[in-house]
């Protein structure tokens, strides 16, 4: 397999724990159909007129849960404040020692700070959603990370995610190496999207340590 020139990492459900995140703002559990219901929801609506996702998921908590309107915008405000999953700022440290380490993310880049002050590191590029004016699985969030980094679509830019049904489904139809990460509530999707699939952050970590060092 090819070694990476590039890392990049879906956030929300990747590297965000936003079910637990969302629990926390909510002040109530979300049980597992709830969860989905409100990501199907996220899902359906990025795909249509442009919104940032601050309004996406004050969209979808009304939508689904009904969730008073001001709370549920507040609660799409501080999206960044989502608490990152335990073994990812550990984790981030020690892949950027190996390759550059970037995020393509459905979010607004009014959430990157928090996220990057939980990581410990900022993640370049950063590609988002309310940058671009598109979400993934939208080609457009790709083509500007290409841009950014000047590097071509290929084996040698590794995308990580938990969802391969739309987010890996995209880079590999770029030709980039595919790495699921089995979070709570990944999509693996079908085999031939996944190149090599790990429990977690950490775990991709050490299997490039160990293969690169």
Not at 140 to 164: C, D, N
Request: proline letters at 7%.
């Amino acid at each position: 397999m090819t070694p990476p020139r590039l890392l990049t990492f879906d956030l929300f459900g990747t590297v965000v724990d936003w079910r637990a995140g969302l629990a926390v703002a909510l002040g109530l559990p979300l049980d597992d159909a709830a969860f989905e219901r409100v990501i199907d929801f996220q899902a359906r609506d990025e795909q249509e007129a442009f919104r940032p996702y601050a309004e996406i998921v004050a969209r979808s908590l009304t939508s689904v849960l009904d969730v008073a309107p001001s709370q549920a915008r507040a609660i799409g405000e501080r999206a960044g404040e989502w608490p990152v999953f335990a073994d990812a700022p550990g984790a981030f440290a020690r892949l950027r020692a190996l390759a550059p380490c970037g995020a393509t993310t459905n979010s607004d880049a009014a959430h990157r700070p928090a996220i990057e002050q939980q990581l410990g590191l900022s993640l370049e590029p950063w590609i988002c959603a309310g940058e671009v004016g598109a979400y993934k699985p939208d080609v457009r969030i790709w083509e500007a990370a290409a841009r950014a980094t000047g590097l071509a679509f290929g084996p040698a830019w590794w995308h990580v995610s938990a969802y391969a049904d739309y987010d890996l489904a995209t880079a590999r139809r770029l030709g980039l190496t595919t790495i699921l990460v089995r979070r709570p509530h990944h999509r693996p999707g079908t085999p031939d999207l996944v190149d090599r699939a790990f429990d977690d952050v950490a775990a991709l970590a050490r299997a490039l340590e160990h293969e690169l060092c």
